[in-house]
């Protein structure tokens, strides 16, 4: 049987910096990864951004516009469900070795999507003083901020992990990822936004860790990023 996790994620403005924005602790994000970022500087690469937790080697690139139609219906399928329509062939997408599928979807309709969540039970979590509180992924922001929500929620088998980004106001480049490091899964993207848009990042990962496992998210906008943490409950 497969489950579904889904987050909420948010985004704003210039040099790379975890905000403390809706709780989460402000820290200097290094070439090291601090706060789980990692920015690889090379001459002929500009700054990328990996998951948390993941290995970049094991990262593979799927080309936008390189998808069958049957995948094409099938993303469309899973994005109906929630309230969005499928932009996942629309730009390069990046997945680890070990993730079976990734479904990026931009949420048009706000109540289908709430009810959405309603009916799977999924639960919205934020980190604030070492402590996940529940939070309301349809609450209202500020212009121009980000926040992340890292998905929470019991699975078994396969499985769905999902992060939310939220842009408000914005215009320049967006990045969001959902990752689960025990499970080596982890789907991302980043595209140009001019705008306010919602829209979910879902990697589908396959059963590898027992008991209760972190997860995380990036949102980064223009550069600057923020994270937050989750967790995964594998009953079985």
């Not at 994620?9 to 706060?35: C, M, P, R, W």
């Not at 995948?71 to 929630?82: D, K, S, Y």
């Not at 789907?187 to 027992?210: E, K, L, V």
């Not at 209760?212 to 009953?235: D, E, K, L, M």
Request: charge should be neutral; charged fraction near 15%.
């Amino acid at each position: 049987m497969k489950k579904v996790v889904n987050v909420l994620i948010i985004f704003s403005s210039t040099h790379v910096y975890a905000a403390n924005i809706g709780g989460l602790e402000q820290q200097k994000i290094d070439n090291n990864g601090v706060a789980g970022v990692h920015n690889i500087n090379s001459p002929s690469t500009e700054n990328k951004i990996i998951p948390y937790g993941i290995d970049p080697n094991t990262l593979k690139t799927i080309k936008a516009k390189s998808r069958t139609n049957e995948e094409n219906r099938n993303h469309q399928l899973f994005c109906n469900e929630m309230g969005g329509i499928d932009i996942t062939d629309t730009t390069d997408i990046q997945i680890s070795n070990d993730t079976i599928d990734a479904i990026f979807c931009q949420i048009t309709n706000k109540n289908k999507f709430e009810k959405y969540v309603q009916n799977k039970k999924l639960e919205y979590t934020q980190v604030t003083n070492n402590k996940l509180i529940k939070v309301n992924p349809n609450d209202s922001i500020a212009n121009g901020t980000w926040q992340a929500f890292a998905p929470s929620g019991s699975v078994n088998d396969q499985y769905y992990a999902t992060s939310v980004g939220v842009f408000n106001n914005l215009s320049g480049q967006a990045y969001i990822d959902v990752s689960v490091p025990s499970d080596r899964c982890s789907a991302s993207n980043q595209a140009p936004i001019n705008g306010s848009g919602r829209f979910t990042a879902t990697t589908i990962c396959g059963y590898f860790s027992h008991g209760q496992q972190p997860s995380y998210a990036n949102a980064c906008f223009n550069g600057s990023c923020v994270q937050n943490r989750g967790w995964i409950n594998h009953t079985r």
